[in-house]
């Protein structure tokens, strides 16, 4: 999940197809790096995602691509 620091808006969602570690403890198989979270913010951008507007969470679904 991503979100305007500096002016919150929109927050940007994007699901990867690999499992949450959901325990404050664990440590996730595979990790997000930060090379993939940048190219989900280029890819909700240019699919239409403004992050300083208002209203409901953006989902991206990049499992779905590859």
Known sequence: ?????VCPGTALVVETG???AMELD???AE???PS???AG???ARSSGWMS???GSSF???LSAAG
């Open 1 to 5: 999940m991503v979100e305007e620091a």
């Open 18 to 20: 690999r499992p949450v």
């Open 26 to 28: 664990s440590v996730p």
């Open 31 to 33: 990790l997000v790096l």
């Open 36 to 38: 993939e979270v940048a």
């Open 41 to 43: 913010i280029r890819a």
């Open 52 to 54: 300083r507007s208002d």
């Open 59 to 61: 989902e991206l679904r």
